[in-house]
């Protein structure tokens, strides 16, 4: 650390990314990204946008912005676009949560809501799931005033909320506004986007990341009211009104317009899910009923650090989480059929030369 570092800033302790070892080539099964990749037509139009690097990309976003809207059922001035849903995030703490509307999300979640809280020194409470590791929605009512922030599914349990659960937190927090983290929403969850016409105070973000296979393209989205979504802007164009930038936006609207192979793909992720699921009960697993591209799963004959390591060790990359209460555990993302059942027969040897 510099001696310029400020006092503010300089007790951060940043988040964590999943890691990207380039010493050999793994099976990634550890940050939830797509095993496919993006459409021909996405990859085209990505390279026909890079002739045009030299001007600035539209800070507005308008085609995209339209598309998507549509796309949603939406209008337009419900819709921000981000640099990945991190920053829209990150935006909405900075807009809507502050010492007077503290922010309240569960103990076990996404890793970067405590970050961007500190980042914004912003008060937090975190709420302990239950213990099955689902979120009891009856904690989340009648906060009064508070900023309610729920990944649903949850990451890493891969648990959900139904939209009647998130419906009546929203509705009992109505000087609050409630962020509904959807990153995972496209893996056979039900989104609150259906809600945003009746609730001013309800924000919904989701992500190209999982589902549309741009994790590193960068493109993330907000849904809400047209009053929160003109805040975010304000909050956008005081920080970096070409966060899109040209070739993501092209990538995106791409995306859109191929929005049947993206959903084809989420189906076989789905069903490379139920493959895993089962297949690691078989082997003695506990898995939790993921609505997700990830599973989270434990056993009883090896920990979760050292199937982690000994899964590394053999090419196979998961991610494990040292915290005391997920330590047994491991977070899978779903990948091809071939990777699920190269994962699982690397797994069963593991297991039979412990024993
Ligand atoms: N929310 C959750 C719950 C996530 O797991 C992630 C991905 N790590 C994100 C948001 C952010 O993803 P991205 O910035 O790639 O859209």
Redesign the pocket.
Known sequence: MSRFFTERLSGLTPFTPGEQPRDMQYIKLN??ESPFPPSPAVVEAAKDEAGRLQLYSDPACRELTDKLASLYGVSPDQVILTN????V?NFAFMAFADEEHPLVFPDI??G?YPVFAELNRIPYTEIPLKEDFSVDYRDYLNLGGKTVVI?NP??PTGLCLTLREVEEIVKTNPDGVVII?E??VDFGAESAVSLVDKYENLLV?Q????SRSL?GA???FGIGSKALISDLHTVRYSTNPYNVNRMTAAAGYAALCDNDYYMDNCRAVMENRAYTTEALRELGFEVLPSLTNFVFAKSDHIGGEALYAELKRRGILVRHFSKASITDYNRITIGTREQMETFISTVKTILEELS
């Open positions: 940050t939830n990945g849903s991190d920053e995030l979640t996404y970067f990944a949850n990451a983290d990153a995972y973000t992500t190209f990341s999982k994790a960068r493109l993330g």
